[in-house]
């Protein structure tokens, strides 16, 4: 049995905790005056960026020394410049610009559901009249809008292990249910040029995703068809069905009846591959935090929905009639991987 020290906690780390809004109502201020941008071309006063953005020289002063107070900028004299890494994060032009991840993180939806979490709490699940299920939310064409970010490396995993696989097939038929963005079904077709995907998802998210197909010049390759995933007619079989961050949703007796669903459109010897929050059997919220804060979103958007567990997944594809399940991470992934095969 292996003993850990039990944490400790003082008035600093709680006025931090209770303050920490402030610190999000930062970085969601700076996202939205583009404040960062003009910083890419080298340091610049506070007189200079109010000037730039059209704010009162106070308000600037204030926001810049904050930020540099939270470590978000580099302040030297009275000029304010990036930290290292923000010209890559922060510049809205950067390979990693985490502004869309904040768009929807801090979301005035996201900030409204938390105040209500006391009451989840109390009742265990949502409480909200619209929450995370309800059909066409116009949260979820936001999501689909701003999540260049999203994937974590998890959609190139997920081709780095179907492309092998795929290519002594004699058709590559892809459903990417609840396909949002459609960066996985994309990545995967991008790198198996004789892939189609079938993107099921609300029709008002649809919409989005198809430009995003066009501009991966993917248009020609995919198709839509609408409706809720449980009930909807899924069409096919196709070859591969994807299935990603939807079940934490839901609980285990439902998303077991969702894997259900889907493969009765998976070919014979087809494929399952599903991507989720999880946790591994030796984590706890102290050794791995992150699952067990995305539980708390959870809690208060939807009614059951939580992060599973490595093996509860393994088990809900068993469940639902898969065989040989497998769990898959790398580095740059934020989500795990599970693949499994139709008998």
Request: hydrophobic fraction near 40%; include cysteine.
């Amino acid at each position: 049995m292996t003993h850990s020290t039990p944490p400790s906690i003082d008035t600093r780390q709680l006025h931090d905790i209770a303050r920490g809004y402030v610190k999000t109502a930062l970085l969601r201020t700076a996202f939205e005056l583009r404040l960062f941008d003009p910083l890419a071309d080298g340091p610049r006063t506070a007189a200079e960026l109010a000037a730039d953005k059209d704010v009162h020289p106070r308000g600037m002063r204030i926001l810049l020394d904050a930020l540099a107070a939270i470590g978000l900028l580099h302040n030297v004299d009275d000029t304010y410049a990036l930290p290292d890494g923000g010209h890559s994060l922060l510049v809205s032009s950067g390979s990693q610009f985490f502004g869309g991840a904040v768009r929807l993180g801090a979301s005035d939806w996201e900030w409204d559901a938390q105040k209500h979490l006391i009451d989840a709490v109390r009742h265990g699940g949502t409480v909200a009249e619209t929450h995370a299920l309800t059909p066409q939310f116009d949260y979820w064409e936001e999501f689909a809008t701003n999540t260049s970010w999203f994937n974590n490396g998890a959609a190139e995993l997920m081709a780095d292990q179907l492309v092998p696989w795929a290519r002594d097939r004699e058709s590559v038929d892809v459903l990417d249910i609840a396909c949002s963005h459609g960066s996985y079904g994309f990545a995967f077709a991008q790198r198996e040029p004789r892939a189609t995907i079938t993107g099921l998802d609300w029709p008002n998210v649809l919409e989005i995703t198809r430009r995003h197909a066009e501009r991966l010049g993917l248009a020609d390759r995919f198709r839509t068809l609408s409706g809720d995933m449980f009930k909807t007619p899924l069409g096919g079989p196709y070859d591969i069905v994807m299935l990603t961050n939807v079940l934490h949703h839901f609980s285990q007796e439902e998303a077991t009846e969702l894997l259900k669903h889907a493969a009765t459109a998976v070919k014979p010897g087809g494929r399952i591959a599903v991507v989720g929050h999880t946790t591994d059997e030796d984590d706890t919220p102290h050794t791995n935090p992150l699952p067990y804060m995305f539980s708390v979103i959870m809690l208060v958007q939807t009614h059951d929905g939580e992060t599973h567990s490595v093996e509860t997944y393994k088990r809900m594809l068993t469940d639902a009639g898969f065989s040989n399940p497998t769990d898959h991470s790398a580095e740059k992934a934020m989500h795990r991987l599970f693949l499994a095969d139709r008998p």
